[in-house]
């Protein structure tokens, strides 16, 4: 049973930094693709990052960019979210997803939500004004 379990969220201060980390298991994810999402309040669920499994090529959501960093490791089965600077509007809850479906580096595919098979069951994170 494919079995993916974030942890890390929590309240934090406008400008302070959060670690996201989600926990894989169940199947090898070789050859997969991993994304976060977020949703936020009242809002649909939305492409944050993701990273191909293997070459650790990754893409960011233009909001985050310079300020969150995705990351895996695969020894552990393990992907990360490192977020720095962080705003209130990226109050949320945080999911991560894996895909089997290969668009190779073509990152702009793997911002889809309905291209992901397996979710986890997300992780608040609340960043105050």
């Known amino acids: 049973q494919v079995q993916l379990v974030e942890s890390g969220g929590g309240l934090v201060q406008t400008g302070g930094s959060l670690r996201l980390s989600c926990a894989a298991s169940?199947?090898?994810?070789?050859?997969?693709?991993m994304g976060w999402f977020r949703q936020p309040p009242g809002k649909e669920r939305e492409f944050v990052a993701a990273?191909?499994?293997?070459?650790?090529?990754?893409a960011y959501a233009d909001s985050v960019k310079g300020r969150f960093t995705i990351s895996r490791d695969k020894s552990k089965n393990t992907l990360y979210l490192q977020m720095n600077y962080l705003k209130p509007e990226d109050t949320a809850v945080y999911y991560c997803?894996?895909?089997?479906?290969?668009?190779?580096?073509?990152?702009?595919?793997?911002?889809?939500?309905?291209?992901?098979?397996?979710w986890g069951q997300g992780t608040q994170v609340t960043v105050s004004a």
């Open positions: 990273i191909l499994w293997n070459t650790s090529y990754t």
């Open positions: 169940g199947r090898s994810f070789s050859g997969d693709t």
């Open positions: 997803a894996a895909t089997a479906k290969n668009f190779g580096t073509t990152m702009q595919y793997y911002y889809a939500t309905n291209i992901y098979r397996y």
